[in-house]
């Protein structure tokens, strides 16, 4: 559902506002930090409003990122938006690598945050590639050979693969799926892209992926998408950050037309939450 307009100069708050426990709406929260915060020296910077806050500065360059959650938190999105925004606002050409949704829908429905992929790929700082389940096992015997030729051929910095979940499961047993994981991996690293790639997580009382993915990655970020009574609200979290500190904060994030996802490092999540405001 679309973010209410906002009127000039106003600042922009979660769509779901977090209320302290016994303070109803009369407690004072904590003011929002700046929009996007600048990255650290030597760091890759998200393109995410907010986030960068929770990484120190950004992610390591050519580092991968896991970013997990249950259908619908929001992990496409995520990954389409550190493409685009490396892209546009960083000059740093990008790839998108799809098992599951065909890249074309994936760019179409990122129009409604004014992610124009169209124009990106005719100045040539984007590119994106679909697998199918029969093409699977060759992307591995040949090292990933167009994936190769689509970086090399731009220049690419950044990587997306959506989703590792869906690469997994395209083959016919667990260890054949471990070790086509390990496979990608090793490519991964040869490749020297700042990637993130999005997996399935089973939300009960944590989060998880039942191949152990996360473990292969440098940095997990979760994504909740948690229901309190009548209500969804949206929070996010970075659960490991190899080599470098990070926010253990449980932060309210949500999606903006025309913008994306904006998180919000300087609010809490607590027990309750209210209705949106009309």
Known sequence: MGAVPQKEGAKLKPAVQPIRRG??????KQPLQA?????????????????????GGGLEPSS??????????????????????????YGEPGVLLSFEEPSVSIMRHMQKYGFDFAALEEQNLFASINYR?????????EGGG???????SLGAKRLAIDSLT???ML??????????????FDLLHKW???????????????????????????TVILLHHPRYQSVRYRALEVLKMRGSKHSEKLVPFEFVDGEGIRVYPGENIFYSVKEKED
């Open 23 to 28: 303070e109803e709406t009369q407690g004072k």
């Open 35 to 55: 929009p996007q915060a600048q990255a650290g020296e030597g760091r890759c910077p998200t393109g995410i409003a907010g986030l960068d806050e929770l990484l």
């Open 64 to 89: 991968t990122t896991l970013v997990m959650g249950e259908a619908g938190c929001g992990k496409t999105t995520f990954l389409a938006q550190f493409i685009y925004k490396g892209a546009t606002d």
């Open 133 to 141: 389940p029969h093409e699977v096992k060759k992307l591995v015997d």
């Open 146 to 152: 167009l994936i190769w030729d689509t970086i090399s």
């Open 166 to 168: 869906s690469y997994a």
């Open 171 to 184: 083959f016919e047993s667990h260890y054949q799926a471990r070790e086509a994981e390990l496979a990608l």
């Open 192 to 218: 020297q892209c700042t990637t993130m790639l999005s997996g399935e997580g089973l939300h009960t009382d944590t989060f998880r992926i039942t191949t152990g993915m996360e473990y292969l990655t440098d």
